[in-house]
Each structure stands twice: as C-alpha cells, then as structure tokens.
C-alpha cells in the first residue's frame, strides 16, 4: 500500500488574512485538453474563457467538463449514478460522515462547487476546522495516479482544506493533507480505493467554494 504521505502539510501556521488573492473568476483554465509542448500557436493557450461564478456565458452544457452557470458539479458526463447527475447536480449527501457523496472519479475529473454555510458540522482536519460546518466528498478513483484537488474559496471565506481516507478524524492522527493556507493538494489515488476532500472552515468560518478534483 502507497504511502500516505503526499504534499507537504502545510497547516501549521495559522492563517490572518482573507484570501482575497483567490477569485472564483477564472478558474476554468486549466481544463482545455491540448497538452502542446511546442510552437502551436499561442492564441490557442489564452484561455481566458470567463467562467465566472454567477455570470453564465457560454461554457454551459452540462456533462462538457467545465462548471457552468447553474451546475453544481460537471464530472464530464451526463450518467447519473456517478455523483454528479445527469444534470449536473450533486448526488448523495456531503454534509453526512460517513456517508458523504460517493463520486466515481474518472478521468480528466469532476468540478464542484457549493457552501458549507449552514451545513453540519460532520468532521474537522488535524490542522483545523474545529466547530465549523463541513462538506465531505467520498471520491472512489477509477484508476490509479497521481490525483489534484484545488479549491477556490469564494469571498472572505478562510477554508480549511483536508485530503485522507476516511471521512472521519482519528483522534491523535495527522492527516495526509491538511491546511488552512494552502488549497493545492495532490493524492497518490490508488484504483478502486476511495479517499475524502473535506472542506471546513477556520475557526468557524463557512462559505462558499469551487473545488476541481482531477488526474
Ligand atoms: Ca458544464
Ligand atoms: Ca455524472
């Protein structure tokens, strides 16, 4: 079995600020599929596709891979059954633990997005997320490798961001990944093994956020 060690934990320092560097704008880069190393032409890579949050435009058909206006999920397709319904809504329930959404995770991934406002308080991470409402994603990979995770707070929301195996903490334990300061993971997935991405709040706080979970 894998070790689970993977980015470094960066959860010890407590974090002051907002994060307003970090806008739910924009996030949809880095979806486009052409890996090109070479000389193709760089209007190709722009990317500024303006997948904003409210704003809707044209990335819009559920199942295309990108989050649209009024998706809550796009996993790439339009099977339900998987996590992310045939019309793009989120299945199961991210505010239970254990339970949690049981998403199939195939390649290239799944986007979510969602608020911890006003859900319960189901869990927390080693580093934080003590008496804050959660959402816990139970991700089941299809295939084995290296998988990341990226989450976008949306606003003032200061999250704290957890990637381990199991939905609930383990008194005592460190998890794999664990930060309020640091919202790029990556997780050694292994095939048919699931693991959890648990978004909490520091010191309490909720709101919204994107999260991209992808090979
Ligand atoms: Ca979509
Ligand atoms: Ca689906």
């Given at each position: 079995m894998a070790?689970?060690?993977?980015?470094?934990?960066?959860?010890?320092?407590?974090?002051?600020?907002?994060?307003?560097?970090?806008?739910?704008?924009?996030?949809?880069?880095?979806?486009?599929?052409?890996?090109?190393?070479?000389?193709?032409?760089?209007?190709?890579?722009?990317?500024?596709?303006?997948?904003?949050?409210?704003?809707?435009?044209?990335?819009?058909?559920?199942?295309?891979?990108?989050?649209?206006?009024?998706?809550?999920?796009?996993?790439?397709d339009t099977?339900?059954?998987?996590?992310?319904?045939?019309?793009?809504?989120?299945?199961?329930?991210?505010?239970?633990?254990?339970?949690?959404?049981?998403?199939?995770?195939?390649?290239?991934?799944?986007?979510?997005?969602?608020?911890?406002?006003?859900?319960?308080?189901?869990?927390?991470?080693?580093?934080?997320?003590?008496?804050?409402?959660?959402?816990?994603?139970?991700?089941?990979?299809?295939?084995?490798?290296?998988?990341?995770?990226?989450?976008?707070?949306?606003?003032?929301?200061?999250?704290?961001?957890?990637?381990?195996?199991?939905?609930?903490?383990?008194?005592?334990?460190?998890?794999?990944?664990?930060s309020d300061?640091?919202?790029?993971?990556?997780?050694?997935?292994?095939?048919?093994?699931?693991?959890?991405?648990?978004?909490?709040?520091?010191?309490?706080?909720?709101?919204?956020?994107?999260?991209?979970?992808?090979?």
């Amino acid at each position: 079995m894998a070790a689970l060690v993977l980015a470094p934990a960066v959860g010890a320092a407590a974090c002051t600020n907002d994060f307003d560097q970090f806008s739910v704008a924009g996030t949809g880069g880095t979806t486009a599929s052409s890996t090109s190393t070479s000389s193709s032409t760089s209007s190709n890579g722009g990317g500024g596709s303006g997948a904003t949050g409210g704003g809707g435009g044209s990335p819009g058909g559920c199942g295309d891979g990108v989050l649209g206006g009024t998706e809550s999920c796009d996993d790439g397709d339009t099977v339900a059954g998987d996590g992310c319904s045939g019309s793009c809504t989120t299945e199961g329930q991210p505010n239970q633990c254990p339970t949690g959404v049981g998403i199939d995770l195939s390649p290239p991934g799944i986007w979510l997005t969602d608020s911890t406002a006003g859900q319960n308080d189901v869990t927390r991470g080693s580093c934080g997320g003590n008496s804050a409402p959660d959402l816990a994603y139970e991700l089941t990979p299809s295939q084995s490798g290296t998988v990341h995770i990226d989450l976008v707070p949306a606003g003032n929301f200061d999250p704290v961001l957890v990637v381990r195996g199991v939905c609930q903490f383990v008194g005592g334990s460190t998890d794999p990944f664990c930060s309020d300061a640091n919202f790029t993971a990556t997780y050694p997935a292994v095939a048919g093994q699931p693991f959890h991405v648990i978004v909490s709040g520091f010191q309490g706080d909720s709101g919204a956020f994107t999260l991209h979970v992808y090979y």
